[in-house]
């Protein structure tokens, strides 16, 4: 089992650009979950979704912010535009309802 | 609200001697407690939670709810353990909290 799937692993834009992430959950997995971890701190809650209806998207910056789950599998997050203080490790998570949380590799974003 | 602390970001100990790392934790409800650990250039993945009452790569952790602390400890310390580990507290509503980390190092 390829466990949960993120890309890009790396990307450096410049503020005001736009940029997306995408995640693939294990298959199965109904929850998923968007985290973003700054340097130094725990990862941090952006959205989480239940099959393909956000639940719980009360710490997403909606004004820049947006996901998607379409067909409740794959998700995408996107930044719209990006700005200096974005830079950190975007974390894709996925949990069966009783289960344990996975985590991918993340997408370490580097705003310029 | 709940809120997890870890007051070490660095733990350094000799291999073969005990560690522990701190966690505290503040949620009114009953919180179920997790510590997960992230080994250099791998992603973060559940070393062990509360319910399971387990002990994994010979970690443990006691739920203290009268000083709200979830502890990590292992008697004897070995160099492959070296990693950072969080501290996360699920509560009603199966929001995740972190800790801010703490990076343990064993030193041969």
């Known amino acids: 089992e390829a466990g949960v799937v993120q890309s890009p692993r790396y990307k450096i834009i410049e503020k005001k650009q736009p940029v997306a992430f995408w995640c693939n959950p294990i298959?199965?997995?109904?929850?998923l979950y968007w985290y973003r971890q700054n340097l130094g701190q725990g990862p941090e809650l952006l959205i989480r979704?239940?099959?393909?209806?956000?639940?719980?998207d009360s710490q997403l910056p909606k004004d820049r912010f947006s996901a998607e789950r379409l067909k409740g599998v794959d998700s995408t997050l996107k930044i719209q535009p990006a700005e200096l203080g974005d830079s950190a490790v975007y974390l894709c998570?996925?949990?069966?309802?009783?289960?344990?949380?996975?985590f991918g590799p993340g997408t370490r974003l580097t705003v310029t | 609200a709940q809120r997890v602390t870890q007051p070490e970001k660095l733990l350094s100990v000799f291999k073969g001697a005990p560690v522990e790392l701190k966690c505290n934790y503040s949620y009114s409800g009953s919180p179920e407690l997790f510590w997960y650990v992230q080994y250099s250039r791998q992603r973060l993945q559940l070393l062990l939670r509360?319910?399971s009452r387990e002990s994994i790569k010979g970690f443990t952790a006691d739920l203290n709810k009268g000083e709200t602390s979830f502890h990590l400890k292992k008697p004897f310390a070995q160099e492959e353990d070296s990693a950072m580990y969080y501290c996360a507290l699920s509560g009603s509503a199966r929001q995740l909290t972190f800790g801010s980390g703490t990076q343990l190092t064993v030193l041969p």
């Open positions: 979704y239940e099959n393909e209806e956000a639940v719980d």
């Open positions: 298959s199965g997995h109904n929850t």
């Open positions: 509360h319910i």
């Open positions: 998570a996925s949990s069966s309802y009783s289960g344990g949380r996975y």
